[in-house]
């Protein structure tokens, strides 16, 4: 569970907890154990979910003895599914998508395909294109209740963190002097580090603005500051104690700041969108209030992706060197790229209200006695 995910659970949760007050969340990773602890803070139970396995998951659920489960966007399991239904537990899928060409992949699922979904009371699709795609597959209780990533609610201390990390980018910047812009590539994924800083090393970005690029797994952290070093930039780590005031290129070598990253930049190329992998989340920069320029790989967020350019909140390119083109493009005219800010913050609060009808889908379809409720 990354980071994002656990902060596009936190709607749910909350929403829950008026109801339900005894919630446990599952992962399967220290990592994502890590972070839903820190995000939650005691408002759930956390604990590690066993492997996929039948007779492993029927013991949990014996334990737990819960009276819903819920599977959080692609997160389908078949052990976990069959568990559920032998256990009668009713298990949901939500905020469910499921891009084409992973309908591919299940369609040769065939009948254990049907059988997975099959064991499911019902999906919860974040848009009609997804919904068709479960149906596609065999689906029958199938409703469209929007993408709750769209309902995150911003940490209070998001703008305050932000600014002491823009300060700390920027190095000592002496007195009268005006710090340089920064540009974030945010989660980025392999190969998509070495695409953009070949596309840097002769753009005029290079002069124009310091390149913070997050890659969104730490293996690649290293590889990534070598890489830019090797192409001649000036490079340095968020980790460093002091940043140098003529660095090029900065790596985001740390955990659990990708909104402050976000904070700090005045254009986001959105990571995922260049290497073909489908995407990370283009919502959390538009929350911030960021322009953001996405590369042609969109299926993951397809249908974000499309209303953030049509409401004027984000770009599409290419390739790396159109990225890099489009963020010079914005940060030469500084009422396009406020326009742009403006517009990304109204587009994610007009397609809020997902949890709320996600939550009344399940009281509708699958109520629970109030007074001792897990979820």
């Given at each position: 569970m990354s980071v994002g995910e656990a902060r596009a659970m936190m709607p749910l949760v909350e929403a829950m907890r008026e109801?339900?007050?005894?919630?446990?969340?599952?992962?399967?990773?220290?990592?994502?154990?890590?972070?839903?602890?820190?995000?939650?803070?005691?408002?759930?139970?956390?604990?590690?979910?066993?492997?996929?396995?039948?007779?492993?998951?029927?013991?949990?659920?014996?334990a737990a003895k819960p009276k819903l489960g819920l599977l959080i966007e692609t997160e389908l399991w078949p052990g976990v599914c069959d568990a559920a239904k032998r256990?009668?537990?009713p298990l949901w899928l939500v905020n469910a998508r499921l891009s084409q060409r992973s309908a591919n992949g299940y369609a040769r699922g065939g009948r254990l395909t049907s059988a997975m979904l099959s064991c499911l009371s019902g999906i919860a699709a974040q848009s009609e294109d997804h919904a068709l795609r479960f149906r596609s597959l065999g689906a029958t209780r199938v409703h469209v209740t929007g993408n709750m990533k769209f309902d995150m609610a911003l940490p209070d201390d998001v703008g305050e963190y932000a600014a002491a990390l823009a300060k700390h980018l920027a190095g000592q910047?002496?007195?009268g002097t005006s710090a340089?812009?920064?540009?974030?590539?945010?989660?980025?994924?392999e190969g998509e580090e070495v695409l953009l800083l070949d596309a840097l090393r002769d753009h005029p970005l290079?002069?124009?603005?310091?390149?913070?690029?997050?890659?969104?797994?730490?293996?690649?952290w290293e590889s990534t500051v070598e890489a830019a070093r090797a192409r001649g930039f000036r490079v340095a780590r968020r980790t460093d104690a002091d940043i140098a005031l003529d660095t090029e290129v900065i790596v985001g070598d740390s955990m659990g700041e990708m909104l402050a990253y976000y904070g700090v930049a005045s254009v986001v190329v959105m990571g995922g969108t260049l290497s073909g992998t489908g995407g990370q989340n283009l919502i959390e920069p538009c929350a911030m209030g960021v322009p953001v320029v996405l590369g042609p790989s969109v299926f993951n967020f397809q249908q974000a992706g499309d209303e953030a350019i049509a409401a004027g909140a984000a770009l599409s390119v290419p390739h790396a060197h159109a990225a890099l083109?489009?963020?010079?493009?914005?940060?030469?005219?500084?009422?396009?790229?406020?326009a742009a800010g403006v517009a990304a913050t109204q587009f994610v609060s007009a397609h809020r209200g997902a949890t709320g009808r996600t939550m009344h889908l399940l009281d509708e379809i699958s109520p629970m006695p109030r007074a001792a409720s897990d979820a």
């Open positions: 109801s339900y007050p005894n919630i446990l969340v599952t992962c399967t990773t220290p990592t994502g154990r890590a972070t839903a602890q820190e995000l939650l803070k005691g408002r759930a139970t956390v604990a590690y979910l066993p492997f996929d396995a039948p007779w492993l998951i029927s013991r949990f659920l014996r256990s009668d537990v910047v002496p007195p340089r812009q920064f540009w974030v590539a945010g989660s980025t994924r290079r002069q124009k603005a310091i390149a913070v690029i997050v890659p969104r797994h730490p293996e690649r083109d489009a963020v010079l493009a914005w940060l030469d005219d500084e009422p396009s790229r406020a």
